[in-house]
């Protein structure tokens, strides 16, 4: 696509030209190294690099324009230059206007909260999918839609990626974009110039205190994507659907009324809400009450918090105006959502991988296990390197508190030492009351209120799934979805789940197989996902 310069002024506010309005831009972009000829270059402020310092390098490559906060040193008087007082904001409203307001031609449901986000975004795609229309997906795990699927590098692209991609969906015949809003993409401005029809607030929980420093700037963060960005949007009938059984969603509630709001959760009061919930080891099924009437829903998902995440998806649904039967059809369709408590085949005992990276979503997956298990639980756990320090004894705590035996590794350490990190999540795990022991094969099998530490997470997860017996849960914890291990600012091949069937490989070859089931149930053993 093409636009003239004097287009995007307009969608802009408060730009000081300097330069020929006339010029035609084909893209743009926030990232120097990626500039094509007819592109207009945005150069952003950082903590790491300033994108200042490369408008040189995008007007060498070919730059039609540059946008800055501040003005540019020795550029060529051809190239017209925009000065404004916010580029990251900027950003998604040139992008939108360059690619010719995509997201005005889709139906846009945005996600935001700790945990739960890309769970929805499942679910939704197959509703979507089950009425006859076309979803595309941005999220954690990948950008994609029928005829296309890309890994993601963040959760909520920089906002010329976004509008691009926007751009694509709506070109390869998409109707409907669903897209997980981080805080980071929601204070970064990544989602300027998103025309919303519907925001979802999930719940909040302590994460990302490295970014935002206090649970209230978390907070504030999240509920700009609807005092803000819903608030503007263009379209015409906007609503927001919130999850009323969290507090800070009662308290979004009453912050945005002006917003039309459909609330879900089993809190009395709720729009969306259920009875006769029945949770068990096959999934979770229940009568769902919604304004438009009452119908019975079963998935194959386990655990409380996957009846709230169904929940959410139903209240969209009712905000969209999407049948029931599309509803019951979408939600039965997904029967696993990559890394998230996802079953791995086992012949004794029953593993299960997890993105749980929080101290409440390690609480949430650790309480859909209780009485689920006919022996022990053990969990296999880390933390992340350069995040939110306050957390990691928190989480060693929530292992210990809904674990017999845990088992702490290395999680993605990025630049930390792994030990130090360790350190602090076994901190959490003594505090609860559990004794170290040796993981050495002369130490005999871990029992009930004791934690080993194994630094090597390959290790850690060969020595969890070689102590594992006949009614045992295995929980791994942290990297769910992962195909990554990140050291010293480099990633390394590492998937839990490949990990976890190269250990039960290795497990086979050098024992008798054991005769009895592993699935949660006590049925033979899961063929996989």
Not at 52 to 75: I, N, T, W, Y
Not at 315 to 326: D, K, N, Q, T
Not at 412 to 419: A, G, V
Request: glycine share 10%; aromatic share 4%; proline share 5%.
């Amino acid at each position: 696509m093409s636009v003239e310069l004097k287009h995007i002024l307009a969608a802009l506010q408060g730009p000081r030209l300097h330069g020929e309005d006339s010029v035609t831009v084909t893209g743009v972009t926030h990232d120097s190294r990626t500039v094509k000829p007819g592109w207009l270059f945005v150069a952003l402020p950082g903590s790491a690099t300033d994108g200042h310092k490369f408008v040189a390098d995008a007007v060498r490559a070919g730059a039609a324009a540059v946008v800055a906060e501040q003005p540019p040193v020795s550029l060529p008087e051809t190239v017209p230059w925009i000065l404004v007082p916010d580029a990251r904001k900027a950003l998604g409203a040139i992008a939108a206007a360059v690619y010719g307001f995509p997201t005005l031609d889709l139906t846009l449901v945005g996600i935001t909260g700790t945990n739960g986000k890309t769970t929805l975004t499942f679910l939704l795609e197959a509703i979507i999918a089950a009425t006859g229309g076309v979803p595309g997906v941005a999220g954690t795990i990948s950008h994609r839609w029928p005829s296309k699927e890309q890994s993601a590098l963040h959760t909520t692209p920089e906002a010329s990626d976004l509008q691009a991609l926007f751009r694509e969906m709506v070109d390869a015949g998409v109707t409907h974009a669903v897209i997980e809003a981080s805080s980071h993409g929601i204070q970064l401005g990544r989602l300027e110039g998103c025309a919303f029809d519907l925001c979802v607030f999930t719940n909040l929980s302590q994460d990302h205190l490295d970014f935002h420093e206090t649970m209230e700037a978390y907070y504030q963060a999240k509920r700009l994507l609807f005092s803000d960005l819903l608030a503007r949007s263009a379209k015409e009938r906007r609503a927001a659907v919130i999850n009323r059984d969290d507090a800070h969603g009662a308290r979004l509630i009453r912050e945005i009324e002006k917003i039309p709001t459909l609330s879900y959760g089993l809190t009395r009061g709720c729009d969306v809400t259920a009875e006769q919930v029945s949770l068990g080891a096959g999934g979770l099924s229940a009568l769902v009450k919604t304004p438009s009437g009452a119908f019975s829903l079963s998935s194959r998902l386990i655990g409380s918090f996957n009846l709230s995440n169904v929940l959410g998806a139903v209240a969209v649904s009712e905000a969209l105006g999407i049948p029931h039967s599309a509803v019951q059809q979408g939600v039965e369709a997904v029967n696993v959502v990559p890394g998230r408590m996802e079953r791995a085949p086992s012949n004794r005992g029953t593993i299960l991988v997890d993105y749980a990276h929080t101290p409440q979503a390690l609480a949430n997956a650790l309480a859909a296990l209780q009485g689920l298990s006919r022996g022990r639980i053990l969990t296999v756990m880390g933390c992340g390197g350069d995040r939110d320090k306050s957390k990691r004894p928190l989480m060693g705590k929530e292992a210990a508190a809904a674990s017999n035996v845990v088992v702490v590794t290395s999680d993605n350490p990025r630049t930390e030492d792994p030990l130090a990190i360790i350190e602090e999540v076994a901190e959490g795990v003594r505090g609860y009351g559990f004794k170290l022991v040796g993981a050495g094969a002369d130490d005999g099998p871990a029992k009930t209120g004791s934690y080993v530490v194994i630094p090597d997470r390959r290790t850690a997860i060969a020595w969890a799934v070689g102590n594992i017996e006949n009614g045992d849960i295995l929980l791994i914890a942290g990297k769910g979805h992962e195909t990554y291990q990140e050291i010293n600012g480099a990633r390394y091949p590492f998937d839990d789940r490949e990990v976890v069937r190269e250990a039960l490989g290795k497990r086979a070859s050098s024992a008798t197989r054991a005769d009895s089931g592993g699935d949660l149930a006590g049925n033979s053993p899961p063929t996989g996902d």
